[in-house]
């Protein structure tokens, strides 16, 4: 995919050139790096937003999670008696839903940014990868909320904090990274396709349930493990789950390491991909 | 003289489809993939904006870009301000580029005065530490200071605009591109802006300014782009340019000769030879000083003893067609045969800055009004204020209106303690 550039390099005396010529990917690092400090400021803007009536903000991220647990541990622990080994069905659900929510939730922003952001696309330049990514960051304090509601919880229901929760972070690391990949891609597509926007929901609904949100990965038949662990989701879900339950949780590690590759290339297709869309951008959003 | 802008074979191409759908669905690129895999046909048009644009702007000059609707003048601010990206060439900008076009865009209703401060200072291009340095002098500036906690979407908006503005304005761009069409708000905020304007461009700044006023083009520029159809049609000093825009061919440097071009305007009794345009010093020119008294004069030819009264008169019309006034002599006399120059000497402290068209025309009276003949628009100057402290301003910088700015005699006195 031809990728032309705009050029941004600083000779002498701040010389900025614009030029349709092409250029090594190593310039839209750069330009990113030097917006680091909007990049901040855009994702302070949406928590600010959202938090700004601070009960509705925090209640809205507690509750999501905590009703979507309550009805997933009817429908696959009550009803379908789904296993779920010595963890409590409504823990595995909680620990389920938590990074989901992140990814489901951020992917679906992502994808709405650069149309929800037009004006401000049409009259100012900053690089436009700034905006998916700024979605990226300011989920995360949903995520921390939720993470802690789900600590509360462990303690609660008598399972106790594991040494290996120390690794929550890495597989948040990982979570993040897979989002940024599949929201530059959702935000690039949705830009240039108008119907990309009614696809994207349906996508992330249905990828609730291939993914181990409202069950056990112990319940997927051995033949059809490895299919199954080609969802980058997987590796992820079952990574934080092993986090917080240690050795209780059937957790194969490949999984993990499948998806935090598939994330490197998802990141790296999608900025050039974004770039590629972000030429003509203002001309189509 | 180095230069601060400098444009090279610039070219924008926009892609207009087949259908008239403004938006791309991925059902039709699977669709069309599916279907007419091997060939890539697609019915698509493509219209050139810009078309190997070239020019260089040197630091510390005042362009004006001017052109008809259509000419390529947006397109060519959204690619000097990043916002589009060429689709040829390059363009090379040294220091920070900021542009009044985007006054108030980034503001959040639901964030707070202080908040939306920092969140557009951070959008427009400053660091944060800066926009802290700069905090205080902008919110004086906007004067919101007692409403710096509260949301702006319950900021009246005046003050928005105010907020927005001094955000805008305290950016120190080494380059500033300003859009008079895009500039929102009430003419009052116009002017704001356009005294800004001024304000940076005694600052050494450079200055690109897009406008429709050519009052405001020749007082605020030394140079002057015209594009027509995504091209340069005329660079140069704006009076010329100007001439240019709105005359076409019709006005010409101070002196238009009819005779020497070949047109014969005339009737059976008198012909027009030419018009001019002339200083104090008798010399033809296109840019009167707005202090500085002005001549304008036109040659004619009486054909034959006739017995008419002709009645020479100047007609001084604005751009857009407004008359400033016509001008004839006080008293008439029958003309032999021969050679004529009517001159009509205007004072200095008369005219408004900006551009006038001469209309030359003779008639007569006798009862009935006949026009021998009328040339609209034969001649086109300038009148230029060079902004020395003259009478009147008081360091007021921005356009005076109005079509003439006469200088009267004045009085204020005290009435009554």
């Not at chain 1, 598939?262 to 869309?277: D, H, M, N, Q, W």
């Not at chain 2, 230069?3 to 069309?32: P, Q, T, W």
């Not at chain 2, 609209?376 to 204020?385: K, Q």
């Amino acid at each position: 995919m031809p990728s032309p550039l705009i050029v941004s390099k600083t000779v002498a005396m701040r010389e900025t050139v614009l030029s349709a010529n092409s250029n090594g990917g190593k310039a839209v690092w750069q330009s990113l790096w030097k917006a680091r400090e909007l990049l901040v400021f855009l994702a302070w803007r949406d928590i600010v937003v959202k938090y700004k009536q601070a009960v509705l903000g925090i209640a809205w991220a507690i509750l999501r999670p905590v009703l979507t647990t309550m009805v997933f541990t009817l429908v696959f622990g009550k009803i379908a008696r789904l296993p779920s080994g010595d963890i409590p069905y409504a823990l595995l659900v909680l620990s389920g839903i938590t990074p989901w929510l992140y990814f489901a939730n951020t992917v679906n922003d992502c994808g709405n940014s650069l149309v929800t952001n037009s004006t401000l696309i049409s009259k100012v330049y900053f690089p436009r990868l700034v905006v998916p990514a700024s979605c990226v960051i300011a989920n995360l304090v949903d995520l921390m909320i939720t993470v802690l509601l789900l600590c509360g919880m462990l303690v609660w229901f008598g399972v106790g904090l594991k040494a290996t929760i120390l690794l929550v972070p890495f597989v948040v690391l990982a979570l993040a990274m897979l989002t940024v990949g599949v929201g530059f891609w959702a935000a690039a597509l949705n830009a240039k396709y108008r119907d990309v926007s009614f696809i994207l929901p349906f996508l992330v609904t249905f990828g609730l349930y291939v993914s181990p949100i409202g069950f056990s990965s112990e319940a997927i038949p051995e033949q059809w493990r490895i299919l199954y662990g080609l969802n980058p989701v997987v590796g992820l879900v079952d990574g934080f789950r092993f986090a917080l339950f240690g050795e209780q949780y059937p957790f194969q590690v490949w999984t993990l390491v499948y998806s935090s590759a598939l994330a490197l290339l998802l990141i790296v297709t999608g900025v050039s991909y974004f770039r590629y869309v972000e030429r003509d951008i203002v001309d189509i959003i | 003289m180095s230069y601060s802008v400098r444009v090279e074979g610039l070219g924008k191409r926009y892609m207009i489809k087949g259908s008239n759908r403004r938006h791309r669905l991925l059902r039709d690129e699977i669709m069309s993939f599916v279907k007419e895999f091997p060939r890539k046909s697609e019915s698509r048009q493509e219209f050139w904006a810009l078309r190997d644009l070239g020019f260089e702007i040197a630091e510390g000059d005042k362009v004006g870009i001017i052109g008809k609707n259509g000419a390529g003048k947006s397109t060519l601010l959204k690619l000097l301000s990043r916002v589009a990206e060429p689709t040829t060439g390059e363009i090379r900008l040294r220091g920070r580029v900021s542009s009044l076009l985007e006054v108030g865009t980034g503001f959040h209703p639901e964030l707070t005065g202080r908040e939306n401060i920092f969140l557009n200072g951070v959008i427009l291009g400053m660091s944060r530490v800066e926009v802290r340095r700069k905090f205080d002098e902008i919110v004086s500036f906007a004067g919101v200071e007692r409403f710096l906690e509260t949301q702006v979407k319950h900021y009246s908006s005046g003050m928005y605009m105010r907020l927005a503005f001094s955000v805008a304005a305290h950016l120190d761009p080494e380059i500033l591109i300003v859009d008079e069409v895009l500039a929102v708000g009430d003419a009052e905020f116009q002017k704001k802006c356009l005294g800004k304007m001024q304000d940076i461009s005694t600052g050494g700044r450079t200055v690109i300014f897009v406008s429709h006023s050519m009052q405001t083009v020749t007082s605020l520029c030394n140079q002057c782009i015209l594009l027509d159809t995504g091209q340069i049609r005329k660079q140069g000093r704006p009076s010329e340019v100007i001439v240019e825009y709105l005359g076409g061919d019709a006005g010409s440097l101070g002196r238009v000769d009819f005779q020497g071009q070949g047109k014969t305007i005339a009737d059976e009794h008198v012909q027009l030879l030419y018009g001019e345009v002339l200083d104090e010093d008798d010399q033809p020119i296109l840019e009167a000083n707005i202090r500085k008294p002005t001549r304008v004069k036109m040659g004619f030819r009486v054909k034959s003893r006739s017995g008419i009264r002709f009645m020479p008169n100047f007609h001084f019309v604005v751009p857009g067609g407004t008359y400033a006034f016509v001008s004839t002599p006080d008293i008439l006399t029958e003309l032999a045969p021969g050679d004529y120059e009517a001159s009509c000497y205007i004072p200095g402290d008369f005219l408004n800055e900006g551009s006038y068209f001469v209309g030359l025309a003779i008639s007569s009276y006798s009862p009935g009004l006949t026009i021998h003949f009328f040339e609209p628009s034969a001649m086109t100057f300038n009148v230029r204020d060079s902004m020395d402290g003259s009478v009147g301003r008081h360091g007021y910088a921005n356009v005076m209106p109005g079509v003439v700015r006469p200088r009267l005699q004045w009085k204020v006195e005290e009435v009554s303690n």
